[in-house]
């Protein structure tokens, strides 16, 4: 989204898709691998988790290995803000990445997606993130709960 952007960079969300917003606008993290640093694979279960987030609004969506939403009609690709805060806190969240809606509390489906990743989308980020967002992003945790039907 900025005029200064180098071609590489261009290219790159002209490649993947992004919407190119200002980084004053939205912010982008996006992770493929669990807290054990294994590559996220549709086969497992996943508990992701965090706390308030430097933004205005957040939220994180799951892309499959091509960049694209998977093809699946589960209509759970994404959990956000809205939805932390309507299961009780915002401040402290969590939702379950799987083939199968859980029980209870939130969801992502990872059905269709092989090899996937999830983006974390920070719109309206705080001056502080942008200054430095290493020391001041919490960044969620991704932990393998089972897969391929055995425990981690």
């Known amino acids: 989204g ?6 590489w960079t261009r290219a ?3 490649r993947h898709g992004l919407l190119a917003l200002t980084k004053e606008e939205a912010v982008y993290f996006t992770r493929a691998t669990d807290q054990d640093g294994t590559p996220l694979k549709e086969a497992c279960t996943y508990r992701v988790s965090g706390t308030a987030m430097p933004a ?3 939220s994180v969506t799951l892309y499959d290995g091509d960049s ?13 803000l809205t939805e932390a805060a309507a299961e009780g806190s915002a401040e402290a969240w969590a939702f379950t990445v799987s083939t ?13 997606a092989g090899d996937f990743d999830l983006t974390l ?8 993130l942008l200054a ?3 020391a001041t992003l919490p960044a969620p945790r991704i932990e ?6 055995q425990g981690s």
């Open 2 to 7: 900025s005029a200064s952007a180098n071609p």
């Open 12 to 14: 790159r969300i002209a």
């Open 56 to 58: 205005l609004w957040w």
């Open 68 to 80: 694209r939403l998977p093809p699946n009609t589960d209509d759970a690709l994404s959990y956000d």
């Open 100 to 112: 199968d809606q859980p029980d209870d509390g939130g969801w992502v489906s990872s059905r269709a």
């Open 121 to 128: 989308r920070l719109y309206k980020p705080s001056p502080a």
């Open 132 to 134: 430095d967002p290493e």
């Open 144 to 149: 393998r709960v089972s897969c391929g039907g």
